[in-house]
């Protein structure tokens, strides 16, 4: 089956640097990738949309400034939380839509990267 | 405002049992509608799809209800198992469907399958 990888798995960083996490589609293109955030025991929460080749599109209240997306090709896209700060650790997931398929098709999702900022 | 609503936060049944989870939602009118299976620490599996014009569909010991008219998904797991203990969430395209329409997901509920 399809599959998306994030890297890191898991990384703790110290407050006010910055920290980048990779999301990769291995064996299918995507032309649109999902960022997520989930805090323990709350849902799944959508950050912004990223396109191959254009800006992202960030949720209300996401500040785009501090979550830098770029999705630079059609299988790669890199989500890089700058000055983080202790909030923002969480698991953050992102999802990836098979390109040309079917609309309504199956988005796949990576096994998430958990962030401590510490 | 939109929301999905998962009915139960949580829900114990003893094994063998049929698991039952609800899923409500307002202010959307989704093409499809899908169910995810997600692990303490994981992220989540896609299980079922089902569409507007779908009534029921089933995978294995999977089944689920789509009720445009309710507004409302049913899904099922017979012949429940410990190994079926996990988080199940809810999810539907916020938009139109198009390629760029995110997921927007339920809360969840917690499935313990109790041997």
């Known amino acids: 089956g399809a599959v998306v990888s994030q890297h890191p798995s898991w990384v703790i960083c110290k407050s006010g640097t910055s920290v980048k996490i990779e999301c990769r589609s291995l064996?299918?293109?995507?032309?649109?990738m999902f960022w997520y955030r989930q805090f323990p025991k709350q849902s799944l929460m959508l950050m912004a949309t990223?396109?191959?080749?254009?800006?992202?599109?960030?949720e209300q209240g996401v500040e785009k400034d501090k979550f830098l997306i770029n999705h630079a090709s059609l299988t790669l896209s890199t989500l890089t939380v700058t000055s983080a700060h202790p909030e923002d650790s969480s698991f953050y997931i992102c999802?990836?839509?098979?390109?040309?398929?079917?609309?309504?098709?199956?988005?796949?999702f990576g096994e998430g990267s958990w962030l401590t900022v510490v | 405002s939109q929301k999905i609503e998962q009915n139960s936060e949580a829900l114990n049944i003893q094994e063998g049992k049929t698991a039952t989870l609800t899923c409500n939602y307002t202010?959307?009118?989704?093409?499809?509608l899908q169910w995810y299976r997600q692990d303490p620490g994981r992220g989540p599996v896609f299980l079922l799809l089902?569409?507007?014009?779908?009534k029921e569909k089933r995978k294995e010991r999977l089944k689920v209800t789509f009720d445009t008219t309710l507004k409302q998904s049913l899904f099922h797991i017979t012949a429940s198992q410990p190994a079926d203990s996990a988080t199940y969430l809810c999810?539907?395209?916020?938009?139109?469907?198009?390629?760029?329409?995110?997921?927007?997901f339920g809360k969840g509920t917690r499935l313990s399958v109790i041997a």
């Open positions: 999802s990836a839509r098979p390109t040309g398929g079917e609309t309504g098709n199956t988005i796949y």
């Open positions: 064996d299918f293109q995507a032309t649109t």
């Open positions: 990223s396109n191959e080749g254009s800006k992202a599109t960030y």
């Open positions: 202010n959307y009118s989704p093409a499809y």
């Open positions: 089902i569409r507007e014009n779908e």
């Open positions: 999810a539907l395209a916020r938009g139109w469907n198009s390629g760029n329409t995110p997921l927007v």
